[in-house]
C-alpha cells in the first residue's frame, strides 16, 4: 500500500500531470481587434442609407399625400417599391463584389443612393418620384448585401458576432435619423419639407466614399484572386493572434482550393472557384449540408419581414393615430420614440452575440415579438370596437409598439444578417448572401405594400394577429432548423449542416461534454504547495 502511494506520489512530480490552481483561472479573452472593428464599422455604415429611407419615409409620406395629393394605395407603392427596386442590386451585387471586390462594391452601392436621394429631393411629381425610389433602391440592395459579407469575413471568430451585427446598428440608427428629419423639416413649407427629407439622405453615402479608403479588401477576396501575401497582411491585422492568422489563412486556402503548402505571395487559383458553377452548386445540385445552409439563411430572411416590422416602422404614425394620438407632431415625436428604443436595443443585442449564442437570444426575441404583437393586436381590437377613448387600451398599445420593436432589435434583427452571412461556404458566400437579401427584400416589400389594404380588410388589429400567427411558426422554425454558430470558424460551419437529427445530437454532445467535465474534475490532481516525495 505504502508503495503504491509512493509511486503515485512521485508520478505527480512529474511536470505533465501537475496542476496548479492558475490552470483552473478562467480563460482570457482576447481584446477586442480594433483595426476589424474599425473597417467593420465603416462597411456598415452602407445600412445607414436603408435605415434612413425607411425612417424618413414613415413621415415624409403623410406631406407627399397632401402635397401631390395621391391615394393611400399610391403612398404603399411608394413605401414598400424600394424593396422590390433593391433586388436588383441584391442580385447583381454578389457577382460585382466577386469581380471588382468587397470594398469597392461598397463604394458603388453609396454612389448609387447618392444619385437616387439627389432624384427624390428634387422630384416634382409622382413618377419623378417613383424613379428617383428605382435608384436609390438598387443602391440600397448593393448595400445590404455587402456589408454583413465583408464584415462576416473580415471579422475573427471571437468578436464575429459583434461586428457583423454592425449593419443592423447601423439601419436602426438610420431609421432613428430618418425620424429626426421628419419632425426637424415638418416645420418648413409643405412644398419644400418632404423634399428636404428625402434629400438629405445623400450626405451619408458621401461620407462613405470617403471613409472606404482606410478600409482593407475582405482577405476571403484576396485568397480567391490568389493574392495570398496581401490576405495574409490583413489577416495579421485582422486576427486575434498570429496564430489565429495562420489558421484562417490555412482554412481560406483549403476552400479557396489552394494547396495547403503554397506559400508564394501570388498563385494561380483553380477556376471553378472564381465564381463558375455557384448557382448550380447552390440551387440545382446542392449537397444536404448546402441544403440545409440554404434553407436557414432563407427562412430566417422570409420570416424576419414576414413577422411584419416593416409594417411598424413605416406605418407608426398611422397605428399611433388609431391608438388615438391625432397632432401629426405628436405622430412624428412618438415615432422618434420608437426609434430611439429600436437603437438602444440593437446597441445591447451586439454585445450579447458572442457571449449567450445566437440560438438563445433569436427564440427568447421571438418569444417576445409574439408576446408584443398579440397584445398590441388585442388593444387596437378593444380601441376599434370601443365608443369612448380606452385610456389602459392606448396606452398599451403605444407599450407593445415600443416592447416589440425592442424585442426585434435584441434578436431577430441583428442575428438575421450575422447568422446568414456567417454559415454560407466561401466559394457560394456572396452569392449565397444575394438569394438571402432578395428574400428579405420582396418579403418586406409585399409587407409594405399591402398594410394599409389588410389593415382596412381584416382590420388593424387582424393584421398584427396574423403577424403573430407568422412569428409562431418562425419560433418552431428557428428552434428546429437553425443549429448553434457561436464560436465557429466560417469554414467550420459545413460539419454543423446537413444533419437534420443535429438538435438530437447537439444534446447528446452537451451531456457527454458535461459528464466529461464532471470525471475530468474529480480526477485532477492540484497542486497547492511542494509536491511531496511520499515519505
Known sequence: MAAGLGTESNNNTDPQNQKTLA???????????????????????????????????????LYIKDDLKVSDTKIEILMGILNIYSLIG????GRTSDWIGRRYTIVLAGAIFFAGALLMGFATNYAFLMGGRFVAGIGVGYALMIAPVYTAELSPASTRGFLTSFPEVFINGGILLGYVSNYGFS????????????????????????????????????????????????????????????????????????????????????KINRGEGVWKE???????????????????????????????????????????????????LATVAVGFVKTTFILVATFLLDKIGR???????????????????????????????????????????????????????????????????LKLRA???????????????????????????????????LYASIASVAWVFFYTCLPETQGKTLEEMGALFGNFRWLRDSKREKRRNKANEINGDGASNVQLGPVSNGN
Request: glycine content about 8%.
Open 23 to 61: 490552470d483552473f483561472d478562467p480563460q482570457k479573452k482576447p481584446k477586442r481587434n480594433l483595426y476589424a472593428s474599425g473597417a467593420a464599422i465603416l462597411a456598415s455604415m452602407t445600412s445607414i442609407l436603408l435605415g434612413y429611407d425607411i425612417g424618413v419615409m414613415s413621415g415624409a409620406a
Open 90 to 93: 441584391s442580385l447583381a451585387a
Open 187 to 270: 416645420k418648413l413649407p409643405l412644398h419644400l419639407g418632404w423634399r428636404m427629407m428625402l434629400g438629405i439622405g445623400a450626405i451619408p453615402s458621401v461620407l462613405l466614399a470617403v471613409g472606404v479608403l482606410a478600409m482593407p479588401e475582405s482577405p476571403r477576396w484576396l485568397v480567391m484572386q490568389g493574392r495570398l501575401a496581401d490576405a495574409k497582411k490583413v489577416l495579421d491585422k485582422t486576427s486575434d493572434s498570429k496564430e489565429e492568422s495562420m489558421l484562417r489563412l490555412a482554412d481560406i486556402k483549403e476552400a479557396a482550393g489552394i494547396p495547403e503548402d503554397c506559400n508564394d505571395d501570388v498563385v494561380q487559383v483553380p
Open 282 to 332: 447552390l440551387l440545382v445540385r446542392p449537397t444536404p449540408a448546402v441544403r440545409h445552409i440554404i434553407v436557414a439563411a432563407v427562412g430566417i430572411h422570409f420570416f424576419q419581414q414576414a413577422s411584419g416590422i416593416d409594417s411598424v416602422v413605416l406605418y407608426s404614425p398611422r397605428i399611433f393615430e388609431k391608438a388615438g394620438i391625432t397632432s401629426k407632431d405628436e405622430k412624428l
Open 359 to 425: 440560438r438563445p437570444l433569436l427564440l427568447s426575441s421571438v418569444a417576445g415579438m409574439i408576446a408584443s404583437l398579440a397584445t398590441l393586436a388585442i388593444s387596437l381590437t378593444v380601441i376599434d370596437q370601443s365608443h369612448k377613448k380606452m385610456i389602459w387600451a392606448i396606452g398599451l398599445a403605444i407599450s407593445t409598439v415600443l416592447s416589440y420593436v425592442a424585442f426585434f432589435s435584441i434578436g431577430m434583427g441583428p442575428i438575421t444578417w450575422v447568422y446568414s452571412s456567417e454559415i454560407l461556404p
Open 431 to 465: 452569392q449565397g448572401a444575394s438569394i438571402g437579401v432578395m428574400v428579405n427584400r420582396v418579403t418586406s416589400g409585399v409587407v409594405s405594400m399591402t398594410f394599409l389594404s389588410l389593415s382596412k380588410a381584416i382590420t388593424i388589429g387582424g393584421s398584427f394577429f
